[in-house]
Protein backbone atom coordinates (compact mmCIF):
# COMPACT_ATOMS: atom_id res chain seq x y z
CA UNK A 1 0.00 0.00 0.00
CA UNK A 2 0.96 3.33 -0.81
CA UNK A 3 2.04 5.69 2.50
CA UNK A 4 0.52 9.23 3.05
CA UNK A 5 1.73 12.14 4.20
CA UNK A 6 -0.59 14.61 6.19
CA UNK A 7 0.45 17.74 8.28
CA UNK A 8 0.38 16.90 12.08
CA UNK A 9 -1.86 19.73 12.33
CA UNK A 10 -3.93 22.47 10.86
CA UNK A 11 -6.30 25.32 12.69
CA UNK A 12 -9.55 26.71 11.15
CA UNK A 13 -11.82 29.30 11.98
CA UNK A 14 -15.68 28.18 12.60
CA UNK A 15 -17.74 28.69 9.42
CA UNK A 16 -14.72 28.72 6.99
CA UNK A 17 -14.00 26.17 4.70
CA UNK A 18 -11.07 23.44 5.92
CA UNK A 19 -9.35 22.02 3.35
CA UNK A 20 -6.74 19.39 4.62
CA UNK A 21 -4.15 18.31 1.83
CA UNK A 22 -2.47 14.59 1.79
CA UNK A 23 0.38 13.61 -0.24
CA UNK A 24 -0.12 10.20 -1.62
CA UNK A 25 3.05 10.41 -4.47
CA UNK A 26 3.62 6.53 -4.57
CA UNK A 27 0.11 5.65 -5.27
CA UNK A 28 -0.39 3.15 -7.91
CA UNK A 29 -3.76 2.57 -10.45
CA UNK A 30 -5.74 0.39 -8.13
CA UNK A 31 -5.93 1.98 -5.07
CA UNK A 32 -8.31 4.41 -3.58
CA UNK A 33 -8.31 7.00 -1.13
CA UNK A 34 -9.82 6.84 1.88
CA UNK A 35 -10.59 9.44 4.65
CA UNK A 36 -11.36 8.89 8.02
CA UNK A 37 -11.61 11.11 11.30
CA UNK A 38 -11.39 10.53 14.97
CA UNK A 39 -13.48 12.93 17.54
CA UNK A 40 -11.83 12.85 20.93
CA UNK A 41 -11.16 9.39 21.61
CA UNK A 42 -13.92 8.03 20.26
CA UNK A 43 -13.58 4.98 17.36
CA UNK A 44 -12.59 6.33 14.05
CA UNK A 45 -15.38 7.56 11.85
CA UNK A 46 -15.38 7.37 7.87
CA UNK A 47 -16.13 10.16 6.13
CA UNK A 48 -15.37 9.72 1.85
CA UNK A 49 -13.50 7.33 -0.75
CA UNK A 50 -12.51 7.56 -3.65
CA UNK A 51 -10.17 6.53 -6.54
CA UNK A 52 -9.96 9.18 -9.80
CA UNK A 53 -13.00 11.53 -9.68
CA UNK A 54 -13.21 14.18 -7.38
CA UNK A 55 -16.08 13.00 -4.89
CA UNK A 56 -18.83 14.32 -2.71
CA UNK A 57 -21.52 13.38 0.24
CA UNK A 58 -22.81 15.32 3.01
CA UNK A 59 -19.99 15.29 5.16
CA UNK A 60 -17.39 16.72 2.88
CA UNK A 61 -15.86 16.49 -0.63
CA UNK A 62 -12.72 14.43 -1.46
CA UNK A 63 -10.90 16.61 -4.68
CA UNK A 64 -8.22 14.33 -6.16
CA UNK A 65 -5.49 15.87 -8.45
CA UNK A 66 -5.08 14.48 -11.64
CA UNK A 67 -1.65 12.35 -11.12
CA UNK A 68 -3.34 11.37 -8.06
CA UNK A 69 -0.52 11.78 -6.07
CA UNK A 70 -2.35 13.85 -3.69
CA UNK A 71 -5.91 14.80 -2.37
CA UNK A 72 -7.54 17.26 -0.44
CA UNK A 73 -10.81 16.84 1.88
CA UNK A 74 -12.46 19.75 2.31
CA UNK A 75 -15.01 20.63 5.00
CA UNK A 76 -16.79 23.32 3.57
CA UNK A 77 -18.06 25.06 6.66
CA UNK A 78 -16.38 23.64 9.74
CA UNK A 79 -17.87 23.61 13.38
CA UNK A 80 -16.24 23.19 16.26
CA UNK A 81 -17.23 19.79 16.22
CA UNK A 82 -15.33 18.92 13.44
CA UNK A 83 -12.20 18.52 15.63
CA UNK A 84 -10.68 15.53 15.43
CA UNK A 85 -7.77 13.50 13.70
CA UNK A 86 -8.13 13.07 10.15
CA UNK A 87 -6.78 10.35 8.06
CA UNK A 88 -5.99 10.22 4.71
CA UNK A 89 -5.47 6.53 4.04
CA UNK A 90 -5.07 4.35 0.67
CA UNK A 91 -5.55 0.82 0.07
CA UNK A 92 -4.57 -1.78 -2.26
CA UNK A 93 -7.22 -3.46 -4.17
CA UNK A 94 -5.16 -6.55 -4.93
CA UNK A 95 -5.68 -7.51 -0.74
CA UNK A 96 -8.73 -8.11 1.16
CA UNK A 97 -7.87 -5.13 3.10
CA UNK A 98 -4.82 -4.63 5.71
CA UNK A 99 -6.16 -1.17 6.24
CA UNK A 100 -2.82 1.46 7.68
CA UNK A 101 -3.52 4.39 9.62
CA UNK A 102 -0.89 6.69 10.70
CA UNK A 103 -0.88 9.62 12.65
CA UNK A 104 -3.19 12.18 10.76
CA UNK A 105 -3.79 15.90 10.87
CA UNK A 106 -4.93 17.03 14.02
CA UNK A 107 -7.71 19.45 12.97
CA UNK A 108 -8.51 22.42 15.78
CA UNK A 109 -11.74 24.42 15.07
CA UNK A 110 -11.87 27.60 16.74
CA UNK A 111 -14.34 30.50 17.11
CA UNK B 1 -29.35 -1.19 15.34
CA UNK B 2 -26.20 -1.66 17.27
CA UNK B 3 -23.08 -1.83 15.03
CA UNK B 4 -19.75 -3.12 16.39
CA UNK B 5 -19.81 -3.59 19.86
CA UNK B 6 -16.73 -4.12 22.11
CA UNK B 7 -16.42 -5.22 25.56
CA UNK B 8 -15.61 -4.64 28.04
CA UNK B 9 -15.13 -0.76 27.79
CA UNK B 10 -12.85 -0.44 30.41
CA UNK B 11 -10.02 -3.42 32.16
CA UNK B 12 -7.48 -3.52 34.61
CA UNK B 13 -5.14 -6.51 34.76
CA UNK B 14 -1.49 -7.83 36.35
CA UNK B 15 1.25 -8.28 34.59
CA UNK B 16 0.71 -11.61 33.42
CA UNK B 17 -3.11 -12.35 33.56
CA UNK B 18 -4.59 -13.28 30.44
CA UNK B 19 -8.03 -11.82 29.24
CA UNK B 20 -10.42 -11.44 26.21
CA UNK B 21 -11.86 -8.73 24.71
CA UNK B 22 -14.74 -9.43 22.59
CA UNK B 23 -15.74 -7.77 19.72
CA UNK B 24 -19.39 -8.60 18.02
CA UNK B 25 -21.17 -7.19 15.08
CA UNK B 26 -24.43 -7.09 13.23
CA UNK B 27 -24.16 -6.15 10.09
CA UNK B 28 -23.16 -9.41 8.74
CA UNK B 29 -19.78 -7.91 7.94
CA UNK B 30 -17.26 -10.32 6.12
CA UNK B 31 -14.65 -8.43 7.52
CA UNK B 32 -13.47 -7.84 10.88
CA UNK B 33 -10.68 -6.47 12.54
CA UNK B 34 -8.35 -5.06 15.72
CA UNK B 35 -6.73 -2.24 15.95
CA UNK B 36 -4.66 -0.39 19.22
CA UNK B 37 -3.75 2.84 19.72
CA UNK B 38 -1.27 4.28 21.69
CA UNK B 39 -0.72 8.29 22.37
CA UNK B 40 0.85 9.51 18.91
CA UNK B 41 1.11 6.15 17.25
CA UNK B 42 -2.05 6.50 15.28
CA UNK B 43 -3.88 3.36 14.89
CA UNK B 44 -1.50 -0.12 14.64
CA UNK B 45 -3.54 -3.38 13.35
CA UNK B 46 -3.04 -6.53 15.12
CA UNK B 47 -5.37 -9.17 13.34
CA UNK B 48 -7.82 -9.61 10.72
CA UNK B 49 -10.21 -11.94 9.37
CA UNK B 50 -11.60 -11.63 6.02
CA UNK B 51 -14.10 -14.23 6.76
CA UNK B 52 -15.38 -17.34 9.46
CA UNK B 53 -12.64 -19.51 9.79
CA UNK B 54 -9.72 -17.06 8.35
CA UNK B 55 -7.44 -15.07 10.09
CA UNK B 56 -4.42 -13.20 9.50
CA UNK B 57 -1.95 -11.58 10.76
CA UNK B 58 -1.04 -7.22 10.77
CA UNK B 59 1.59 -5.07 11.74
CA UNK B 60 1.59 -6.02 15.49
CA UNK B 61 0.18 -9.47 15.88
CA UNK B 62 2.94 -10.73 19.07
CA UNK B 63 0.90 -11.23 22.42
CA UNK B 64 -2.20 -11.76 20.88
CA UNK B 65 -4.46 -14.59 19.65
CA UNK B 66 -7.75 -14.59 17.32
CA UNK B 67 -10.41 -16.55 16.37
CA UNK B 68 -12.99 -15.97 14.09
CA UNK B 69 -16.22 -19.50 14.81
CA UNK B 70 -18.78 -17.29 13.61
CA UNK B 71 -19.73 -14.26 11.37
CA UNK B 72 -20.57 -12.31 13.70
CA UNK B 73 -17.97 -12.67 16.58
CA UNK B 74 -14.21 -11.91 16.95
CA UNK B 75 -12.49 -11.82 19.94
CA UNK B 76 -8.81 -10.65 20.82
CA UNK B 77 -7.07 -13.09 23.25
CA UNK B 78 -4.20 -11.83 25.89
CA UNK B 79 -2.23 -14.81 26.68
CA UNK B 80 0.00 -13.38 29.18
CA UNK B 81 -0.80 -9.49 29.90
CA UNK B 82 2.25 -6.86 29.83
CA UNK B 83 2.66 -3.55 30.47
CA UNK B 84 3.80 -2.57 26.85
CA UNK B 85 0.14 -3.82 26.12
CA UNK B 86 -1.33 -1.03 27.57
CA UNK B 87 -3.64 0.42 25.04
CA UNK B 88 -6.73 1.10 23.47
CA UNK B 89 -8.18 -1.80 21.25
CA UNK B 90 -10.42 -0.95 18.71
CA UNK B 91 -12.47 -3.46 16.91
CA UNK B 92 -13.73 -2.76 13.35
CA UNK B 93 -15.84 -4.50 10.14
CA UNK B 94 -16.71 -3.78 6.85
CA UNK B 95 -18.87 -5.95 4.71
CA UNK B 96 -15.75 -6.79 2.96
CA UNK B 97 -12.03 -6.26 2.86
CA UNK B 98 -11.90 -4.86 -1.16
CA UNK B 99 -11.81 -1.02 -0.82
CA UNK B 100 -14.82 0.49 -2.89
CA UNK B 101 -16.83 -1.67 -1.13
CA UNK B 102 -17.86 -0.14 1.88
CA UNK B 103 -16.71 1.66 4.75
CA UNK B 104 -14.58 0.26 8.33
CA UNK B 105 -17.21 0.51 11.10
CA UNK B 106 -15.55 1.01 14.20
CA UNK B 107 -16.34 0.49 17.83
CA UNK B 108 -16.05 2.37 20.81
CA UNK B 109 -13.03 1.30 21.94
CA UNK B 110 -11.64 -1.35 25.13
CA UNK B 111 -9.04 0.75 27.31
CA UNK B 112 -6.62 -1.87 28.99
CA UNK B 113 -4.01 -1.07 31.47
CA UNK B 114 -1.56 -3.86 32.50
CA UNK B 115 -0.12 -3.09 35.85
Known amino acids: DAKTTQPPSMDCAEGRAANLPCNHS???????VYWYRQIHSQGPQYIIH???NNETNEMASLIITEDRKSSTLILPHATLRDTAVYYCIVRNTGTASKLTFGTGTRLQVTL | NAGVTQTPKFQVLKTGQSMTLQCAQDMNHEYMSWYRQDPGMGLRLIHY???????DQGEVPNGYNVSRSTTEDFPLRLLSAAPSQTSVYFCASSYSGLPGTGELFFGEGSRLTVL
Open chain 1, 50 to 52: GLK
Open chain 2, 49 to 55: SVGAGIT
Open chain 1, 26 to 32: TISGNEY
